[in-house]
């Protein structure tokens, strides 16, 4: 559901305010082009006009901006002499900065993006006079942070939005939906789990932690609510898979007929805990797991494949009450800090560090590469026609290859924007040589661009129509470049409006002709990428913590959604491949956890499956997807049985919850273990 008419009129008014106060600063300090403030503006609008994203925007913005006039300074006088080495120079740059723009999926990558495409903007077109040329790239970047800046006020005086607001609606949303799909999936055991609010949650939970980026920018959430934020974050990435693997132990349990009679008592009394609005760290908590752990029976050698069933469900339910209680204490101490409760909060506290995200280098390399073949092959085509706006067109190639980047098919957005600029060819004439020519005064100026800059902001707005918005201010503001003397000049206007749209071309041409990737193949590289990380958890020496692991698999799960519902064909089972991957990498961390025992008494038949494991994924991570071999099964069965001798209970009890987690996850059709044909 998009914003309401009245949130774009007030979108639209803020745009024009936006480009008004940055044109008027540009002017006062007689900038040599306050034409580029205007297009900053445009170029710097946020998806969401909230306060924290768009200082965050701002500020990685200068900060970009500054290293790009750092790297212009070094590069362009150095290399002046020689257009080639300097061509190739530029194109190795941008490459690199945008390879490392897309292993940041943060506001934070916006910075190297920015450092990239800043030299062919501000740097190349000065290349032609390189005495002048630290004039000309200081007042550029001059002009670019006027507009970084001046939507950042105007955006932040009228109607602001807080990113605080954003994130504990998110919270909330999440919060609610997890509560649904828990007490769903425990009440209705003969039906197949609530995947669709579990697909909502992962994607909510990657949202969440990117907006959570931009918290540091806005004062109401200093101090401790950073760390506090993201234990919340692991805590809701553990809740998914434990209440699937709660789902799946109920299922097998009731199917095997071995479930206790106190046992749908019991879940009855978890449901209306989870599903009230109970206050975080009641007592309802302590005695639910105390009851919990009193369900669960003794272990031993003779035990049936329902208690060991039993042994895993109590253990998950424990978890389960464990992550919801701490959820409920780390919620409520986000939403009034000053009434945290230090000594329940603190721990619950983890490792302080930012959540993994996924990120594809392969694409990244090829998005630079493309990058680079783009302005190489526009500027061979501009030294070939001695083209003299052909600075500024290999400038607007760079921006479209970077923009558009983090994009499967980046072509769509590409060619929307290039027909736009089209578009806006009739109304940027309609300015420059009817419209302008009368204006006297900065006053008459704002007064004649109001209609037309309120109609961009109203329509930028809208998600559908951003896109065609940005095309028409860019188009416009390049037509019009407004300087502080109006000069109105017929081939100057062409020469800047051919520019935009030669380098859109080419920046299209080169991404349509080596950068379109087809949606199966991008969904076959985030599973296999989790393949490969499965395959290294059998062997690694270090292994990661088990909500970062979680964490990882959900963000890929997030990234799956959309081009699920893109596929040409119905792949919901790859969905499901890749939940079930999750489940499997939380069992491998406690496998391997486990193979630590004192008594060695296990560590052959341990071994053995994580070599099969490790065989599996690998074979699956390179294309050759086969089935397990079935002699896998009758490991985990010789590694129960061997669990089962173990002579410390502890160590009998995390073995079973670990080796039954592997076996359902794994072979969910397999029969039931049978302690006469398992014992050792």
């Known amino acids: 559901m998009g914003p309401s008419p009245a949130r774009q009129a007030i979108f639209g008014l803020n745009c024009y305010c936006a480009v008004m106060l940055a044109l008027y600063v540009a002017f006062s300090l007689d900038l040599p082009n306050p034409w580029w403030a205007m297009l900053t503006v445009f170029l710097g609008q946020p998806a969401q006009p909230l306060v924290g994203a768009i200082w965050a925007k701002a500020f990685y913005r200068t900060a970009g901006t500054a290293v790009g006039l750092i790297a212009s300074l070094v590069m362009i006088p150095t290399l002046s002499d020689a257009p080639e080495l300097m061509i190739l120079a530029l194109a190795i740059w941008v490459a690199f900065c945008l390879y490392l723009s897309l292993l940041d999926r943060t506001p934070r990558g916006y910075i190297f993006m920015l450092a990239g495409y800043t030299v062919a903007l ?27 800046l001046a939507i950042a006020v105007v955006h932040s005086i009228f109607l602001p939005r807080s990113v605080t607001a954003a994130v504990q609606a998110k919270l909330d949303a999440i919060l609610n939906d997890a509560r649904k799909w828990i007490v769903d999936g425990l009440r209705s055991s003969a039906l197949e789990p609530s995947s669709l609010i579990s697909r909502r949650i992962a994607i909510d939970l990657t949202e969440l932690s990117l907006l959570a980026t931009n918290l540091k920018f806005e004062g109401e959430f200093a101090g401790g609510s950073g760390p506090i934020l993201r234990a919340l974050e692991d805590h809701f990435a553990t809740l998914l898979p434990v209440t699937s693997a709660i789902e799946d132990r109920l299922k097998a349990l009731y199917a095997s007929g071995g479930h206790p009679p106190g046992l749908a008592a019991l879940m009855e009394r978890l449901c209306v805990w989870i599903a009230g609005a109970h206050q975080p760290g009641s007592e309802t908590a302590h005695v639910l797991a105390r009851d919990i752990q009193e369900l669960a029976p003794p272990l031993h050698p003779e035990c049936t494949w329902a208690d060991l069933l ?38 619950l506290l983890g490792a302080d560090r930012p959540r993994p995200l996924h990120v594809d280098r392969g694409i990244a390399v090829l998005s630079a590469l493309v990058a680079a073949a783009s302005i190489i092959a526009l500027a061979i085509f501009t030294v070939a026609t001695r083209w003299e706006s052909g600075p500024l067109a290999i400038g607007i190639t760079a921006v479209l290859c970077s923009l558009f980047a983090a994009a499967d098919d980046p072509t769509p957005m590409a060619r929307t924007l290039t027909v736009w600029f089209l578009v806006a060819f009739p109304l940027a004439v309609l300015y420059e040589f009817a419209i302008l020519p009368a204006v006297d005064g900065f006053v008459m100026l704002g007064a004649v661009l109001f209609p037309v800059l309120f109609a961009i902001g109203f329509f930028f707005a809208r998600a559908q129509s951003a896109l065609k918005a940005l095309a028409v201010a860019l188009g416009l503001s390049a037509g019009l470049a407004l300087q ?61 913590v088990r909500s970062a692991w979680t964490s990882l698999m959900l963000d890929r799960v997030g990234l799956l959604l959309p081009r699920l519902a893109r596929a040409p064909i119905d792949q919901e089972g790859e969905l499901i491949d890749a939940l079930n991957d999750l489940r499997l990498g939380v069992g491998i961390i406690e496998l391997r956890l486990l193979g630590a025992d004192p008594d060695h008494i296990a560590e052959g038949e341990i071994k053995q499956i994580l070599v099969a494991l490790g065989a599996y994924f690998r074979r699956s991570a390179s294309g050759q997807r086969t089935a397990l071999p079935e002699s896998v099964v009758a490991a985990l069965d010789a590694l129960i049985a061997a669990i089962l001798h173990m002579s410390a209970p502890v160590d009998r009890h995390s073995g079973v919850v670990a080796a039954i987690g592997m076996r359902r996850s794994l072979f969910p059709g397999a029969p039931a273990y049978r302690p006469a044909a398992s014992t050792r």
Do not use: H
Not at 126 to 144: G, H, K, L, M, Q
Not at 326 to 345: E, F, G, H
């Open 122 to 148: 501000v740097g190349l077109p000065a290349a032609t006079d390189p005495t002048a040329i630290f004039d000309a790239a200081v007042a550029r970047s001059e002009e670019i942070v006027i507009g970084v």
């Open 310 to 347: 039993l042994t895993n469900l109590t253990e998950r339910l424990a978890e389960l009450v464990a992550s919801w209680n701490a959820s409920l204490i780390l919620t409520a101490a986000l939403r009034d800090p000053s009434k945290q409760n230090i000594t329940a909060v603190r721990p």
């Open 484 to 544: 502080p003397t109006f000069i109105s000049s017929f081939p100057a206007f062409m020469n800047a409006y051919i520019a935009l749209l030669v380098g859109c071309i080419f920046g299209l041409v080169g991404m349509n002709l080596a950068r379109v990737l087809p949606v199966q193949s991008v969904i076959r590289r985030i599973l296999r990428a989790g393949w490969k990380e499965l395959a290294s958890l059998t062997a690694t020496s270090r292994l990661p």
